[in-house]
């Protein structure tokens, strides 16, 4: 097992790497023969989550992939792509509410590296922008043929060890966990190391992981968005 300081990302080191400026779009990802989407931020009623799941270009099409090399038995289930800055924040703040309240001893330094594990800071800096802010971040998990949602060895978005891709977790979820990645992996996409479930391509975590210089994407908003706010 990883220890906390090999798992954790060191969120300073993007400056090192340029700024993603590519003007792919995004495109919703909407249940259809690859996949099941659940957006699971508006399902919870988060106030500005959008009711699709929406991903660059590069991502969807990188998603077919990684679906089509899940092995027979297993469908992939799309949780969160794109997310506003607000529901970023709200993120963010909602994990380390959690953390402090499970051990109030910690001081706020502790706390704020124990939440950069399960939660980025909401930036939308072209440097430094929270991965889902590219669209270049993806949330997944796995369910059976008939769209019931496997056990993967802990839940989504649990902040705790369990939540670390190597974890150890009984055989069975350790199992799917290891398809997921190497289906995602196989489709050009890379893992944070604390979140079995999240996974980056094009994004300044992605070229930190895959060892390239510059990122392809940076921060970007829907096209009906920015309409409102020029409007
Ligand atoms: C909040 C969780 N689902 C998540 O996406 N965490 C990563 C680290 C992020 O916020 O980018
Ligand atoms: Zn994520």
Redesign the pocket.
Same mark, same amino acid.
């Given at each position: 097992m990883l220890t906390e300081k090999q798992t954790a990302l060191d969120w300073g080191v993007a400056q090192y790497i340029s700024a993603g400026t590519s003007e792919e779009p995004l495109v919703p990802a909407i249940t259809c023969e690859h996949w099941t989407a659940q957006p699971v931020d508006f399902q919870n009623g988060l106030a500005g989550a959008l009711p699709e799941i929406w991903v660059r270009k590069g991502v969807y099409d990188r998603l077919v992939r990684a679906a089509e090399a899940l092995p027979r038995g297993y469908r992939l289930v799309l949780l969160?792509g794109w997310r506003p800055k607000r529901v970023?924040q709200f &993120?963010?703040d909602n994990?380390r509410r959690q953390i402090e309240l499970e051990d109030p001893s910690l001081t706020e330094a502790e706390i704020d590296r124990k939440t950069l594990l399960?939660?980025?800071r909401a930036s939308d800096d072209p440097v430094r922008p929270?991965?889902?802010i590219t669209g270049g971040?993806i949330?997944v998990t796995l369910s059976d043929e008939e769209g019931t949602i496997l056990d993967m060895g802990g839940a989504f978005?649990e902040a705790s060890e369990k939540s670390w891709t190597a974890a150890p977790v009984p055989a069975a979820p350790a199992e799917r966990r290891e398809h997921l990645l190497a289906a995602m992996q196989h489709a050009g996409f890379t893992n &944070?190391p604390s979140?079995w479930w999240?996974y980056d391509y094009g994004n300044w975590l992605w070229a930190w992981y895959s060892k390239k210089s510059s990122a392809l994407y940076g921060p970007v908003e829907r096209p009906s968005d920015q309409k409102e706010a020029a409007g």
């Amino acid at each position: 097992m990883l220890t906390e300081k090999q798992t954790a990302l060191d969120w300073g080191v993007a400056q090192y790497i340029s700024a993603g400026t590519s003007e792919e779009p995004l495109v919703p990802a909407i249940t259809c023969e690859h996949w099941t989407a659940q957006p699971v931020d508006f399902q919870n009623g988060l106030a500005g989550a959008l009711p699709e799941i929406w991903v660059r270009k590069g991502v969807y099409d990188r998603l077919v992939r990684a679906a089509e090399a899940l092995p027979r038995g297993y469908r992939l289930v799309l949780l969160d792509g794109w997310r506003p800055k607000r529901v970023q924040q709200f &993120l963010f703040d909602n994990v380390r509410r959690q953390i402090e309240l499970e051990d109030p001893s910690l001081t706020e330094a502790e706390i704020d590296r124990k939440t950069l594990l399960y939660a980025a800071r909401a930036s939308d800096d072209p440097v430094r922008p929270s991965p889902h802010i590219t669209g270049g971040a993806i949330d997944v998990t796995l369910s059976d043929e008939e769209g019931t949602i496997l056990d993967m060895g802990g839940a989504f978005d649990e902040a705790s060890e369990k939540s670390w891709t190597a974890a150890p977790v009984p055989a069975a979820p350790a199992e799917r966990r290891e398809h997921l990645l190497a289906a995602m992996q196989h489709a050009g996409f890379t893992n &944070l190391p604390s979140e079995w479930w999240h996974y980056d391509y094009g994004n300044w975590l992605w070229a930190w992981y895959s060892k390239k210089s510059s990122a392809l994407y940076g921060p970007v908003e829907r096209p009906s968005d920015q309409k409102e706010a020029a409007g």
